[in-house]
């Protein structure tokens, strides 16, 4: 069932657009033809032959070239590689905010627009935005507002998001008053309290100092386990997509495309102490060849 469309409205858009956030219902497609379509298709997150050529005037820019991955449900997969290789425009083809010129992308069997229409992901991007005007737990329940959960129950969600993230106690501040950092966090808490099928996430700990990213690091992969949720995340750093992937996806640019994708077989139940693991060193080195191999 839907839940009561806000009425608040921002530069013409909604709210929760304007922030750069995508709502996620769990029980998914509420639009009866695409919930029985998507039973019969692939699930988790599937792209074939995808082509992004960007246009302005004359000038063109291909910045995806024949791109096809196969992410299983529940499974989580980050997309590394140098600036400029089309890891944004990878994950924003799957938000549906860039349309491919070729090829096709599916979540749960479904195309971008469809899943973005029956909201069955959360996108979580660098510098999300908080509407100045509500705190932070505002800010972070907002999400949930639409879809229709009790007052009680949205807000008792927006405070355990925000003490997983470390913002106990700034529940009443204005995004104003927070660092960078902070609102980083309040926007990872706000996509958590969804609880996607899908969390999308470009850089999202980036802003953040090493102690509060390793810390988040594993509050996520156990919420992607309670939830199983399938993760799709853009990153520069080793480490993080050794800890955070089943498949690094590495990307080569001019024109990006996916050079290789290499498998981490840490399963679940991942803790900081396999940062002291053989293998994960053995991961990073072999991701750090395939980053330094030729184009
Ligand atoms: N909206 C756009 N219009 C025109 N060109 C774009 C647009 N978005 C991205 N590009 C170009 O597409 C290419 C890929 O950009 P993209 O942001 O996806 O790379 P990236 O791997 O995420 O880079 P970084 O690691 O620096 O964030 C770049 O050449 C970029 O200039």
Known sequence: ??????????????PWHWMGLDIVMLNAFPDEATRVRAATLPAGLYADGIDVVFRRGSHSVQALKDCSLDIPRGSWATLIGASGCGKSTLLRVFADIVKPTAGTALLHGVSPAEARANRIYALVQQGSTMLPWRSIIDNVALGLEISGLPKSTRYARAEEALALVGLKGFEKSLPSE????MRQRAA????????PRFLLM???????????????????LRILEETGATLLLVTHSISEAVILSDKVIVMTPRPGRISEIIEVDFGRGRTPDLRGDPRFVQYEAQLRRALHQPA
């Open 202 to 220: 470009d850089e999202p700990f980036g802003a953040l100092d090493e102690i509060t990213r390793d810390r988040l690091h594993f509050e996520l």
């Open 1 to 14: 069932m839907r839940g009561p469309a806000l009425s608040l409205a921002f530069e013409g858009r909604r």
């Open 178 to 181: 927070l660092s960078g950092g």
């Open 188 to 195: 990872i808490a706000r996509a958590l309290t969804l609880r």
